[in-house]
């Protein structure tokens, strides 16, 4: 089975072609070949080109515990450098569907840099979803042990639930993440954001990722964080979103249509052995 690995901000994915995979995958092949001690290891994967007839390309993005994601900022980009990377787009916007909705995106500085249009934002909670009366999710309270946190809701095709923090740590995402992404108020799981507000163009974010855990960058992340903050008046339309990983460019339209700008490294290209499939992780 051929792959490609790349990174954005040290969120990595493999990249499947169905062409080269001459099959379907199982979420139990998902999990081995994402796993890092016995499979390629990565945060997740990526399969297409698919075919569609109602955008350029269409891709399936995949967690790592082998359940399927609307959609992934990073993944996205990713996804694009690898189709500059084969040829089949060149410097020009073309269109990606993705189970979370279609968004535009463009190949810069050699397939270094890659801008997507990622749709727009919604706080409403019926489209995150959120449980309980219609509302936008803004400023509520979510128990965590004896801890109450202000949280706020979105949506960027996949749902995120922003936790405002003076000084947010990586021990916030991997202690309280878990029993936030399972909350019952998130029928669908959720995304959770602990989020720093530094300045009016800059906010740092720690990440706890639903159905992969911890980790370093996310893009739908920093579009929702982004949005939260400009929501509630704390950020203006244009915002660095800082991550251990590294940093993306946001800017926000005045109807809350989101576009991300960063970066994709391509790590490395092979094959995965048949015997690996004969595993049981």
Known sequence: MKFAKYHGLGNDYIVLDPADLGRGLTPEQIRLVCHRNY??????????????????????????????AEKSGNGLRIFCRWLWDTGRV????????????????????????????????????TRIPV???????????????????TYCAATVGNPHCVILRDEPTEQDARTLGPAIETDHRFPNRTNVQFMAVLDRANIRIEIWERGAGYTLASGSSAC???????????????????MPGGSLDIAIDEDFAMTMTGPVVKVLQGTVSPEAFDQEV
């Open 39 to 68: 499979g390629v290891g990565s945060d997740g994967i990526l399969l297409g080109p698919l075919s569609t007839d109602e955008c350029d390309f269409a891709v399936r993005i995949f967690n790592p515990d082998g359940s399927e």
């Open 90 to 125: 060149g410097s020009e916007e073309f269109t990606v569907l993705t189970a979370g909705g279609q968004v535009q995106a463009q190949v810069r500085e050699s397939g270094k840099t890659v801008t997507v249009e990622m749709g727009r934002v919604s706080f409403e909670s």
């Open 131 to 149: 449980a309980g009366p219609s509302r936008e999710v803004l400023r509520e309270e979510i128990k965590v042990g004896d801890e109450a946190l």
């Open 224 to 242: 929702a964080s982004a949005a939260v903050a400009h929501k509630l008046g704390l950020c203006d339309a244009r915002v660095t979103v800082h």
